[in-house]
């Protein structure tokens, strides 16, 4: 309990000195431009490959369980965009995403650290929390959002082509996507994937920032980032599921 | 100047230093000394602000480091150049952008002002047309040299070096001493290195502090040092075979 407080109120120290006016807007803006390109583009053909497979093998599990000529087929293509929406997309690809962007933040800013390249900063009177984690924080915040949606739309192709193989027609599977749909599902997908987002930059970067030791430790920064951003997306995804849907 | 008062650090139980109090004078090249583990590093780390010492005072020339409010502190700091005991250059970075940093940072000079200040600093440096190398691409040596050359970039008062020759072999270990002693003297520089190399002190001390156990034991000249009677500190000078034999010549 003791080393919980620890870590959360050394999390909130650095989270202030994070968000402090950027010294150096033209700095920034470059920085900010790596870290999407960095975060977000290069995220870009793991989520496609994800997304697509696995909104195939929705429709095609979703078809499985609804044999019974009692349910109309187009259910097959409403159930698939509400899981994608609802609960894969923004959820499960934030834990993917966890995984490889928040692995890549806390190795970098720990290698940093460990090399003394963060303390080369703060002597040269940089606000290095600042430098580091703002533009990792705000490029994930405005592209995962981005990628979310990319994600969605490949899922529902995915879908379909998952749908060409158990006989289901292009026709009852289109009907069924666009039946009874709702944008505030779509708004809550995006208020979870920019929660998320920031959870998976912020976290990653406390393990990273406060790394200690040399590279063995830099490995395992990066496991508890992984770990650690992981249990808090579930419980965040509880907690918004229950205040938007509950 | 860089006077230090009654300086004590303790991690725990640990006292790490002990009431230090030393003068490390402008324009000359100031060296601590001592074994692994006596507290030069924790020393060199409370003089930048690293770390806090538990009580005492670091004067920049009068002005109290450690009680300065954080904006004072923040100019003072561009006036210190540190050479880290790795380099700790910025890998993402190649040696112009490394060097540049500090003035992109800190100053409003156009690209090409700032340009001219980095190729000045790499000549002085001998490190001329290395503007785009990686840094992956360097030596040892080089790695040393461009983290100088990022150091004196802001033109500083104050040089504090950790350990600048740790993996160099003795020739180039030699040249990096002889760089630092160059700058301080044309710049009048107080600077401070923190070492263990016995090459070092006998080719640039002009002032060494010697740590041990957390006490500064001894200060004075090369000179004095080679002619020092304290038992402890010559254990440490003349504990190769060469130094020892040299000692009683």
Known sequence: MKTLLLHLGQYFIMIRKVFSFPEKKNVFFKQLNQELKKIGLDSLGIVTIISFFIGAVVSIQTAFNFESPLYPKYLIGYATRESLILEFCPTMLSLILAGKVGSNIASEIGSMRVTEQIDALEIMGVNSASFLILPKIIAAVLFFPALIILSISIGIIGGWIGCQTVSITTASYLYGIKYEFSSFYVSYCLIKTVVFAFIIASVSSYFGYYTKGGALEVGSSSTRAVVYSSIVILIFNFILTDLLLG | ?249
């Open chain 2, 1 to 249: 100047m860089i006077e230090i008062k009654n300086i004590n650090k303790s991690f725990g139980d640990n006292n790490v230093l002990r009431n230090i109090s030393f003068k490390f004078e402008k324009g000359k090249t100031n060296l601590i000394i001592g074994e692994s583990g006596s507290g030069k590093t924790t020393l060199l780390r409370i003089l930048i602000g690293l770390n806090k010492a538990n009580s005492g005072e670091v004067l920049y020339d009068g002005r109290d480091f450690i009680n300065l409010n954080t904006k004072e502190k923040r100019k003072l700091r561009q006036e210190i150049g540190v050479l880290f005991q790795r380099g700790a250059l910025y890998d993402y970075m190649n040696v112009e952008e490394n060097i540049m940093f500090p003035l992109t940072m800190f100053t409003n000079q156009s690209h090409e002002e700032k340009l001219h200040r980095v190729n000045d600093c790499l000549e002085k440096v001998n490190l001329e047309n290395s503007n785009k190398l990686s840094i992956n691409e360097l030596s040892g040596g080089m790695i040393k040299r461009v983290s100088i050359a990022r150091a004196i970039v802001m033109k500083p008062r104050y040089l504090l070096c950790d350990e600048p020759n740790s993996g160099l072999d003795p020739k180039t270990a030699i040249i990096i001493d002889n760089l630092i002693q160059k700058i301080t003297i044309e710049g009048n520089i107080t600077t401070i290195v923190n070492t263990h190399d016995m090459n070092s002190v006998m080719e640039i001390g002009e002032v060494i502090a010697y740590i041990n156990n957390g006490e500064i034991c001894w200060s004075g000249s090369k000179e004095e040092l080679i002619n020092n009677n304290n038992p402890e500190l010559n254990n440490f000078v003349f504990a190769s075979k060469l130094f020892k034999r040299l000692k009683k010549i």
